[in-house]
């Protein structure tokens, strides 16, 4: 079973960027695809992006089209969100997620085993 906890998160001003990070324990993050999910107050929890293990495949929302970028560091067991030309819409808490069963990313909840605890993101001036 694997661990994950994120860090990175804080108050950015619009246009800025931030670098999220979504260490793993437990177990080797190479058997497992990866994702980034947000919630905003008020809302549902929604797809952002994730990437296939062995890092050559990504899934985007199309608001993370252009501005986010996902990556991942097998050998650190650790996966990356770099967040660019950020919004304030952006504000959520942000989740990593780890899927043990699907080979290329999913856009699904339901389809990641694993959570973290959340990494609060707010963009305001």
């Known amino acids: 079973q694997v661990q994950l906890v994120e860090s990175g998160g804080g108050l950015v001003q619009p246009g800025g960027s931030l670098r999220l990070s979504c260490a793993a324990s437990?177990?080797?993050?190479?058997?497992?695809?990866m994702g980034w999910f947000r919630q905003a107050p008020g809302k549902e929890r929604e797809f952002v992006i994730a990437i296939r293990r062995d890092g050559k495949y990504t899934e985007y929302a199309d608001s993370a089209k252009g501005r986010f970028t996902i990556s991942r560091d097998n050998a650190k067991n650790t996966v990356y969100l770099q967040m660019n030309s950020l919004k304030p819409e952006d504000t959520a808490v942000y989740y990593c997620?780890?899927?043990?069963?699907?080979?290329?990313?999913?856009?699904?909840?339901?389809?990641?085993?694993?959570w973290g605890q959340g990494t609060q993101v707010t963009v305001s001036s």
């Open positions: 437990g177990r080797t993050l190479s058997s497992y695809t």
């Open positions: 997620a780890a899927d043990s069963d699907n080979y290329y990313p999913s856009r699904f909840s339901n389809d990641y085993g694993y």
